[in-house]
């Protein structure tokens, strides 16, 4: 089974630049969508960003287009999403997951089947 572990989270100020890591436990992990998805207290898991196994095709959600980066490092079997300019706004526990089959999971969780336990990250001055 696929095994997924999320590291990078931790205590930013606004404006800060971490960049969370995704690595996973599988080879095939290489020809697998994975995606980035948060929830933050009270509030539904929501979809971040997902790129496909080849790294082609990129989704985000309006809310960080031009500031998230997703990418992947297929030699280090490592998804990253590179957070910049963060607000107060994107402090939420970030998950990595990625669907059972090749297929693109795209941004909705429901197409998801495999986990990581997540990485906090709090924005906060």
């Known amino acids: 089974q696929l095994q997924l572990v999320e590291s990078g989270g931790g205590s930013v100020q606004p404006g800060g630049s971490p960049r969370l890591s995704c690595a996973a436990s599988?080879?095939?992990?290489?020809?697998?969508?994975i995606g980035w998805f948060r929830q933050a207290p009270g509030r539904e898991r929501e979809a971040v960003a997902a790129?496909?196994?080849?790294?082609?095709?990129?989704e985000y959600i309006d809310s960080v287009k031009g500031r998230f980066t997703i990418s992947r490092d297929h030699a280090k079997n490592t998804v990253y999403l590179q957070m910049d300019n963060l607000k107060p706004e994107d402090t939420a526990a970030y998950y990595c997951?990625?669907?059972?089959?090749?297929?693109?999971?795209?941004?909705?969780?429901?197409?998801?089947?495999?986990w990581g336990r997540g990485t906090q990250v709090t924005v906060s001055s």
């Open positions: 790129i496909s196994g080849s790294g082609n095709s990129k």
């Open positions: 997951a990625s669907p059972y089959t090749t297929m693109w999971g795209g941004l909705r969780p429901d197409q998801y089947d495999y």
């Open positions: 599988d080879l095939s992990f290489t020809e697998h969508t």
